[in-house]
Nanobody, 124 residues
Framework: QVQLVESGGGLVQTGGSLRLSCAAS????????MGWFRQAPGKERVFVAA????????VYADSVKGRFTISRDNAKNTVFLQMNSLKPEDTAVYYC?????????????????WGQGTQVTVSS
């Protein structure tokens, strides 16, 4: 059974940076695409970024392009989200997702397993 554990959230001022991590276990990590999603209070969970199983391709939501970077370390079974130039509208619970199929991309509406989430709060 797959387990995804996010960490790295917290409170940061506008313009600051945070690095989220998601440690995976229970599957051969390097066979699965990963993604980050977020859910703001009172809103639906939305796509933030995704990365293929090799790390060779990434995709971002328009709202975070140029500010966020997704990466992975297959030797450590971990995916990261580097968040720079944070804005108050980035405040949300951030979830990592692992595609349920091998060698299948994480899309905006994925068939995936989810972590428990980590809170990111950006103060103005």
């Amino acid at each position: 059974q797959v387990q995804l554990v996010e960490s790295g959230g917290g409170l940061v001022q506008t313009g600051g940076s945070l690095r989220l991590s998601c440690a995976a276990s229970g599957r051969t990590f390097s066979n699965y695409a990963m993604g980050w999603f977020r859910q703001a209070p009172g809103k639906e969970r939305v796509f933030v970024a995704a990365i293929t199983w090799t790390g060779g391709s990434t995709v971002y939501a328009d709202s975070v392009k140029g500010r966020f970077t997704i990466s992975r370390d297959n030797a450590k079974n971990t995916v990261f989200l580097q968040m720079n130039s944070l804005k108050p509208e980035d405040t949300a619970v951030y979830y990592c997702a692992m595609a349920r199929g091998r060698f299948v991309p994480v899309t905006e509406n994925p068939n995936a397993d989810w972590g428990q989430g980590t809170q990111v709060t950006v103060s103005s």
